[in-house]
């Protein structure tokens, strides 16, 4: 493949509810490889707590040269410095994110339920789509492989396609996705998420070196 694309690293963090334990592995795991971006997911409802953890780990990223996305919420992105949005589906959310954040920040979209929400949604402001859910269960590693690879033939709007095992990164790394996510489970390797993250890194760079 002369046109292959070695994509980057996304991250998908577990739900967490402070971030002082969080944020030494982040930027550990920022170290290790060619990481884009960080999706930061809360265990918390509070709103408060949830601007307190943004504001404490967006230096943490943005300093290692990655984004710091939020989940659905526009209104903390803006508020809290985060670079942008994360929304599940084609709804209010999702309209108000595009409305009130583009084009100073980030939007994304996911679980999106067939190919025609797909397309619905690349007709749009979006600056990517998510093929696999943030936890594991969902679509098996097949299925994001097949709709991803569809996504990256036909559109150019950039995807990102969601791993939740070390075995689908490498597969993943050929299928045309601009992003590989990293799920919550790799910040559970007993290794650290650091050495999951160089580990993905490398399957990468075997996929860009058989290409």
């Not at 050495?195 to 075997?206: G, I, N, P, T, Y």
């Amino acid at each position: 493949m002369t046109d292959f694309q070695k994509p980057r690293l996304y991250l998908i963090t577990p739900p967490v509810a402070e971030a002082e334990t969080l944020a030494p592995a982040l930027k550990a795991a920022l170290g290790a490889g060619d990481v884009a971006c960080v999706l930061l997911r809360f265990s918390t409802p509070d709103e408060g707590a949830r601007k307190k953890i943004v504001k404490a780990l967006a230096p943490v990223v943005q300093g290692g040269g990655a984004a710091l996305l939020v989940p659905d919420d526009a209104l903390l992105a803006a508020r809290a410095g985060a670079d942008g949005v994360h929304v599940e589906g084609l709804g209010e959310n999702f309209s108000a994110a595009l409305e009130s954040l583009k084009p100073e920040r980030i939007v994304g979209v996911g679980a999106l339920a067939d190919r025609d929400e797909a397309m619905r949604a690349g007709e749009s402001d979006v600056d990517y789509l998510m093929f696999g859910g943030p936890e594991p269960g969902g679509d098996s590693a097949a299925t994001i492989l097949e709709r991803v690879s569809w996504w990256a033939e036909l559109f150019n709007v950039p995807c990102v396609a969601v791993a939740h095992r070390p075995e689908d990164v490498e597969a993943l790394a050929g299928s045309g996705a601009e992003f590989v996510a990293l799920g919550p489970d790799f910040f559970a390797d007993a290794r650290g998420i650091a050495e999951a993250v160089a580990q993905a890194q490398a399957a990468l760079d075997r996929a860009e070196a058989q290409a």
